[in-house]
């Protein structure tokens, strides 16, 4: 029997999109690729959010979906255009007023995750599909309604004939075998699944905006690596307890940053912006260099203040979403992956490595569902149906587990991080890693970002690996403790018994600290 060729409909045309479309035209559909905004590597398109984004941290389950694109180039392209970042800067003022900056190698074994321009690896990722034959772009089309029972979609166009706002837009409609919806954390596929699927949904907005700002190469720099302000091999974070201050570095030299904090200090801020210096009644600078003087030192020696002040004018101040559903699909027409199926905030930076790795996982199923057709066309969307239907079976449970894990990341990073709890059980961790590496000890970070183990597999690991240390540290340290305090509690029932109860209480609350910390 002849196969038919399928036809593929994307929604989005972000990298996660592109990489499905790659994924599709590979294996031989017609792909159609639908973008509500003009064509991405355009300057004059709009970008993501009405700024450059937050800059991307690629780790190794994106390395790993891209790999299996088939597509040495894109490899090779990623490997020249990103910049390894081996561990955290942290910086900070010593109590004599002296600025300090305290390196965190992620992994102990040297492991590094990669800083890249999301704008330049989609604009690659478009090309690379524009080559495909069997690859159509459609941008300026906008989903409005979708049949996913006749697999039928309606788009609204806008192009030359519509550049007036109050033109009626043209729509059309299409006619599809499979959709993927790839279009975002407000996603009108999903929408417009919801209609069809008795789907579970629950968004949260997190009380915490953030704000891009850059910090500018060197204008005398005499090497590439000298155009760089600070290490450009580290996330860069000021750590203030309730907000914090992060730099990615970037391939021209400069970096890109970010001011993380609650809606109420956005507040103040906003209002210092126009008015001049003073105090508020709770004793925060209304000042926005102070305020950054006073939380994050140093930042003002490279970022000018006044420059500081305008790009808070002129940058937007944008809320982050965290957003769960399942089911994913809807019988054997429609699939969401990426932010569609699970925005996350970004401090794990899991969100595109996340939906890169939607797109490798739900080709490796629909494959492996293909493979038992034999051929048969009529078969073709029966097993597509109970491909779709593992799928969301599968990925729920770990796009739900880094969803919370970057939730928790968040405290880790903004104070965790100042913590010696915290360090000291990094430092135990990464120890055991080493010297006994048959228990297969590593620390929660080295599998979500250096490894490609479930993601709801990796909590599991890491509050089993929290139980042993609970054990072990009460076992040999905790129990003679308390038998020691018991002893002088009944042999003198004074100062020196409530003293030795009193080490093994606090002992024993410095353990649960330490286990239940969140490990970025």
Known sequence: MEERKQKVVVVGAGPVGSLAALYAANRGHDVEVYELRGDLRDPSTTPLNFTR???????????????????????????????PM???????????????????????????????????????LLDMLEEMPNVTFFFNH??????????????????????????????????????????????????????FSRMDYQQEYIDTLWCEFQIAPKADASSAKSKFRISPNHLHIWPGKEFMF???????????????????????????????????????????????????????????????????????HLPLISIKCKPYHFSSSVVIVGDAAHAMVPFYGQGMNAGLEDVRILFDILDKHDRMTNDDSS???????LALAEYSAVRVADAHAINDLALQNYIEMRSSVLSPVYRW?????????????????????????????RYSEVVRKSEHQGQVLVRSLVGGVGL?????????????????????????????GMVCRTIHGRRR
């Open 379 to 385: 078969l073709e969307a029966s097993q597509r149906e």
């Open 142 to 195: 906008k989903l409005t309604g979708a049949d996913f029972r006749r697999n039928k979609a309606w788009f609204e166009v806008r192009d030359e004939s519509t550049s007036n706002l109050r033109d009626r837009a043209r729509e059309i409609e299409v006619d599809f075998d499979f959709m993927i919806g790839a279009d975002g954390a407000h996603s009108a596929v999903r929408y417009h699944l919801m209609k």
């Open 86 to 124: 081996r561990g955290r800067m942290i910086h900070g003022k010593r109590p004599d007023g002296k600025l300090y900056e305290e390196a965190q190698d992620y992994d102990i074994h040297g492991r590094s995750i990669l800083a890249i321009d999301r704008g330049d690896l989609n604009k690659r």
């Open 53 to 83: 984004s937050i800059n991307l941290a690629l780790s190794e389950r994106g390395l790993n979906a891209m790999r299996h694109a088939n597509q040495p180039r894109l490899i090779d392209y990623v490997k020249g255009v990103t910049i």
């Open 425 to 453: 059980r990094k430092a135990l961790e990464e120890w055991l890693s080493v010297y006994v590496p048959s228990l297969g000890w590593q620390t929660k970070y080295s599998r979500v970002s250096f490894g490609n183990e």
């Open 246 to 316: 992060i730099a990615i570095p970037s391939e021209d030299g400069s970096f890109t940053c970010t001011l993380f904090a609650p809606a109420a200090i956005y507040e103040q801020l906003e209002e210092a912006a126009s008015t001049t210096t003073t105090t508020t009644t709770s004793g925060t600078s209304s000042s926005i260099p102070q305020f950054f003087d006073k939380h994050f030192p140093g930042v003002t020696s490279l970022i000018a203040p006044a420059d500081l002040v305008a790009q808070f004018q002129a940058n937007p």
């Open 480 to 508: 003679p403790l308390l038998a020691g305090g018991l002893f002088l509690w009944f042999r003198y029932k004074g100062a020196l018994g409530r003293a030795a109860y009193g080490v093994f209480y606090n002992f024993m």
